[in-house]
């Protein structure tokens, strides 16, 4: 979709000179599936803010005659990050606490026998910014985050000399990422990376 029509880089391929609509940060929704007894929907609706995935890949070296060859090895996975508002009757770390302690019970020391005792998946959407009753309806692209779990949270700060809001702060580490291009953006079809 083209933003303006006279304005843009001309590429000299006989593309006409025109800028695209540019993704939106404030448009995104962050939906679980699995997270802390199944209270996603309420910790979807208190996300202040969510990065996406990245990877690195291992650097493989190939020595040879007069030069080197460098290839792409195993990949890892960057992990993202879901700051959270608090609430005052403590929703939002309800689901975070169940989350943890199906992972690991501090209380009394035991942890799930298998990642899959423990491990959610959960989207991160982009939005277009329309509104619509169907869950897909508005998506301009997803990342499908599979085998996720809760490594590290920090639980806010509290200052008299603030107005802010407290806030949570959670890395999420996952085993796989999916990138899916709805077929609903304009101009895309359906893609994976």
């Known amino acids: 979709?083209?933003?303006l029509t006279n304005f843009g880089?001309?590429?000299g391929n006989g593309d006409t000179a025109t800028t695209l609509m540019p993704k939106l940060q404030y448009r995104f929704r962050v939906t679980f599936n699995g997270l802390g007894n199944n209270r996603g929907p309420l910790v979807t609706?208190?996300?202040?803010?969510?990065?996406?995935?990245?990877?690195?890949?291992d650097a493989v070296l190939i020595d040879t005659y007069n030069s080197r060859i460098h290839l792409?090895?195993?990949?890892?996975?960057?992990?993202?990050t879901i700051v959270l508002r608090d609430?005052?009757?403590?929703?939002v770390i309800k689901a975070i606490q169940e989350q943890l302690v199906d992972q690991v019970n501090h209380l009394d020391g035991s942890s799930a026998k298998a990642g899959s005792d423990y491990k959610f998946s959960m989207n991160i959407e982009t939005l277009d910014g329309s509104q619509s009753t169907s869950s897909s309806d508005g998506v301009?692209?997803?990342?499908?985050?599979?085998?996720?779990?809760i490594p590290a949270i920090t639980f806010g700060d509290l200052n008299y000399a603030t107005s802010e809001v407290v806030q949570v702060s959670m890395t999420i580490r996952f085993?796989?990422?999916?990138?899916?291009?709805?077929p609903n953006a304009v101009g895309s079809q359906n893609a994976t990376l």
């Open 140 to 149: 301009i692209d997803k990342w499908v985050l599979i085998g996720a779990f």
């Open 45 to 57: 609706k208190n996300v202040v803010s969510a990065t996406r995935p990245g990877i690195d890949h």
């Open 1 to 3: 979709m083209a933003v």
């Open 9 to 11: 880089v001309p590429t």
């Open 87 to 91: 609430d005052t009757n403590n929703d």
């Open 72 to 80: 792409a090895g195993k990949h890892t996975w960057q992990d993202v």
């Open 175 to 182: 085993d796989h990422a999916e990138l899916v291009l709805t």
